[in-house]
């Protein structure tokens, strides 16, 4: 995907220290497979407590041309999904493009229509990520699929069957594509080695008060029976805990004071213990946790793994929490190799890290020093926010647009902490493939 000439920048003044309390709304992984599964059910399906984020407007447009009336109240936090009786099953490069998880539109629209078309999707440059798995799932069920003209295009004009499905590894995608292809199915589909995130037991909650039978959720093993039809329900989405865990490790980075509210810390097990062992207090209230931190942090490493494991779309703020700390540190990659370009543009604000592989070696240097650097997905460009929060003078983050893909009011929450942030329009000219 080519960009030229992102629209919108950060600019950061250095030295903060955030202290205050921030909220948390529903899951971005969440709410666009909830928005996709929506299709599953005539009628008007609503989502609560909705983050006012890109990718919801992108969903949103996604849905309507699929057939649908998505309409997203960015102030209410709602998004109400009218579907008619027949939807269309053909998905529009322009917009799947700039959405990964416009994919999650697969499942659903097979088991619903028979067919699906949908435009190998784009999103975060942050690796190879296949969709192997999905097709091999989806044709175990009795599926046709095949690549054409850059579509993946789904066939099981008599319905797809259970099947009992392998994953070579729990992805979160290829679980949730055959969870709700598997809805609609006839007979049992279970699927081995699943996913087990948060986010599948918020879509596998959903799909249950919409008259689906699944067991297992949150597990490794998950059994879905068919049944003819589902009902269009009112769901609150699971609260984001890849926004609770950023601001959990910005009050740790600043060495600040952050009430993180309706933060699940039960969500966050593995990167709260590595917070407290780089020093933080922690504790968790009844409406969310408190991270303070108030002396220099203590380097601690960090493996990105799956569900339970620590996620991969926290690594970039726990390289930038090392990069301030007292020691060195190793931080491991095992899901997206793409993700430590991060560490390049870390490394222009003064930061100490190696690459190789899989790995990246951190030595903390006491202070970073501002520049201008470039944000390459959602949480590699919050994370140099953040990161700008503690270098000397100012610093820039560029292609803003990637964190507003993911954060509700990024720079509007800083400023609430206490810190000096503003988005404004970018004049630097920016390629990249
Ligand atoms: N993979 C395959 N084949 C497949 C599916 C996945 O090789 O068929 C590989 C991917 O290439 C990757 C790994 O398996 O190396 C993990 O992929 P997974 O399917 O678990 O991730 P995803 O569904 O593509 C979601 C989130 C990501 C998050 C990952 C891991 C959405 C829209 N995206 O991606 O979120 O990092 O799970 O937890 O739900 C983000 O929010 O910034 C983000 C990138």
Same mark, same amino acid.
Not at 105 to 116: D, E, I, K, Q, S
Not at 148 to 156: D, K, L, P, Q
Not at 261 to 279: I, M, Q, S, T, Y
């Given at each position: 995907m080519a960009y030229s000439r992102p629209v919108e920048r950060f600019r950061i003044a250095g030295e903060a220290r955030l202290d205050g309390s921030v909220e948390v709304a529903g899951a971005k992984n969440s709410v666009l497979k909830l928005m996709a599964a929506s299709l599953l059910a005539e009628g008007t399906t609503t989502l609560r407590s909705v983050p006012g984020i890109l990718d919801v407007s992108f969903m949103a447009q996604l849905l309507d041309t699929l057939g649908c009336t998505a309409k997203v109240d960015t102030d209410a936090g709602t998004a109400t999904i009218a579907v008619p009786g027949d939807v269309r099953h053909q998905c529009d490069y322009e917009l799947v493009r700039k959405l990964r998880a416009s994919i999650s539109? !697969?499942? =659903?629209? !097979? @088991? #619903?229509?028979? #067919?699906?078309e949908v435009a190998l999707p784009g999103g975060d440059n942050i690796g190879s990520r296949g969709l192997n798995m999905?097709?091999?799932?989806?044709?175990s069920m009795g599926a046709k699929v095949h690549i054409? *003209? @850059?579509?993946?295009? +789904?066939?099981?004009p008599s319905g797809l069957q /259970?099947?009992?499905? $392998?994953?070579?590894? =729990? %992805?979160? /995608?290829?679980?949730?594509t055959i969870m709700m292809a598997a809805v609609l199915a006839s007979g049992t589909t279970v699927i081995e080695n699943a996913a087990r995130e948060p986010e599948i037991v918020d879509i596998a909650s959903m799909l249950t008060e919409m008259g689906a039978q699944i067991e297992g959720a949150g597990t490794p093993r998950? +059994?879905?029976?068919?049944?003819?039809? !589902?009902?269009?329900?009112?769901?609150?989405?699971? =609260?984001?805990?890849?926004?609770? /865990?950023? $601001?959990?490790?910005?009050a740790a980075i600043t060495r600040g004071d952050i009430l993180v509210?309706?933060?699940? +810390?039960? *969500?966050?097990? !593995?990167?709260?213990?590595?917070? *407290?062992?780089?020093?933080a207090d922690i504790t968790v209230l009844d409406d969310g946790f408190r991270v303070r931190m108030d002396d220099r942090p203590h380097a601690v490493d960090a493996v990105t793994l799956p569900f339970p494991g620590f996620p991969t779309d926290l690594q970039a703020f726990m390289i930038t929490l090392n990069a301030v700390s007292d020691g060195a540190a190793m931080v491991t990659e095992n899901l997206f190799e793409g993700r430590f370009t991060f560490a390049q543009e870390l490394t222009r604000l003064g930061a100490h890290v190696q690459t190789d592989g899989h790995h990246a070696a951190i030595r903390g240097v006491e202070r970073l020093s501002g520049a201008p650097v470039?944000?390459?997905d959602t949480r590699a460009g919050a994370a140099l926010v953040l990161a700008g929060l503690?270098?000397?003078?100012?610093?820039?983050? %560029?292609a803003a647009h990637h964190v507003h893909r993911g954060y509700t009011d990024f720079a509007g929450n800083l400023r609430r902490l206490g810190a000096d942030v503003v988005v404004e329009p970018d004049d630097t000219e920016l390629y990249w493939t």
């Open positions: 539109v !697969l499942g =659903p629209l !097979l @088991g #619903r229509c028979g #067919r699906a999905h097709v091999a799932g989806l044709e054409e *003209h @850059g579509f993946v295009v +789904a066939e099981a /259970g099947a009992e499905v $392998w994953l070579d590894f =729990p %992805s979160v /995608g290829a679980t949730e998950i +059994a879905v029976t068919g049944v003819d039809r !589902l009902q269009a329900v009112d769901h609150v989405v699971v =609260p984001d805990r890849i926004v609770a /865990g950023t $601001w959990a490790l910005a509210r309706n933060g699940r +810390a039960e *969500h966050l097990e !593995l990167p709260l213990d590595k917070l *407290h062992r780089a020093g470039v944000a390459t503690v270098a000397e003078g100012e610093t820039r983050v %560029s």
